[in-house]
């Protein structure tokens, strides 16, 4: 068995310090990388992509909305052409980087508000597999477990990744717990760790209030910003690793 480990990175942004990069992105296999719209800037896009190029860790572009007072956690009404191009902006800002260091993209996953709206919502899962599509079609396209978007990707051509999280509590219907509530996140390792193996090898996850529902897991992501985000990747890496699963970009 093997499974791709991710952690949404590159969100530090000017003065203002987010996340344990440098240390995580030796961690894990994959990075999605913030491009600017909801945090992240030039200088951080650069510093990150030269960090992945170092260790062999998989690239992804991570938009989302225009938004850094809300860190790109609060849905705004945008038309699907917006959302298409906006999209469009953001991968292109990243690609600029990794032309410098010689690296490719291998994925795009959608940011906060943008990402969470397109599990019920085809319409602007269709404008986001747009945007991507138009772009590089060889793009793979990440999304929560069980989505919209994942089968948008699919129904255009393209590779679609499903994504769990091994840091976020879940309700009946698939859903990430809202952030607002007090027990969206998951503080413990040994919790997180249980989840994890218990999505790959009984292909179950636990919601909140203990119901057991299919899913399916193709990459684990770890939230880059939460205080805890080192400890959960050391963890589940070596948890992982004694059970004989390997970790290697999707």
């Known amino acids: ?14 003065n203002y310090t987010i996340g344990s990069d440098s240390e995580i992105i030796p961690l894990i296999t994959s990075a999605n990388i913030a491009c600017g719209m909801h945090s992240g800037d030039f200088m951080v896009m650069e510093e990150t992509v030269k960090l992945c ?6 690239i992804g572009a991570h938009p989302g909305y225009p938004d850094l007072m809300g860190f790109g956690r609060r ?15 953001q991968i292109g800002a990243l690609q600029a980087f990794c ?15 943008l ?24 793009l793979k396209v990440m999304g929560i477990a069980g989505g919209h978007l994942v089968a948008a990707a699919k129904a255009k051509g393209m590779t679609g990744i499903h994504e769990v999280f091994a840091d976020r509590n879940y309700e009946q219907d698939g859903t990430l717990v809202s952030r607002r509530d007090s027990d969206a996140l998951i503080h413990d390792p ?3 760790v249980e989840n994890i193996l218990r999505m790959l090898v009984d292909q179950q996850l636990k919601t909140k ?15 880059g910003d939460g205080k805890e985000a080192l400890d959960f990747v050391k ?15 999707i």
């Open 190 to 192: 040994k919790i997180a």
């Open 1 to 14: 068995m093997k499974i791709d480990l991710n952690a949404d990175l590159g969100e530090s942004f000017g």
């Open 115 to 138: 990402y969470n709206a397109t599990f019920n919502d085809r319409e602007l899962a269709d404008a986001i597999v747009s945007g991507i599509y138009r772009v590089n079609p060889a």
């Open 209 to 223: 209030d203990g119901t057991l529902i299919p899913i399916q897991a193709d990459s684990i992501c770890v939230h």
């Open 75 to 89: 849905k705004l009404d945008m038309s699907p052409r917006e959302v298409e191009l906006l999209v469009t902006y």
């Open 99 to 113: 032309d410098r260091h010689d690296v490719r993209i291998n994925h795009v996953k959608p940011h906060g508000a």
């Open 235 to 249: 963890s589940i890496r070596h948890e992982l690793q004694q059970q004989g699963i390997s970790l290697e970009t």
């Open 53 to 58: 190029k170092e260790h062999g860790t998989g």
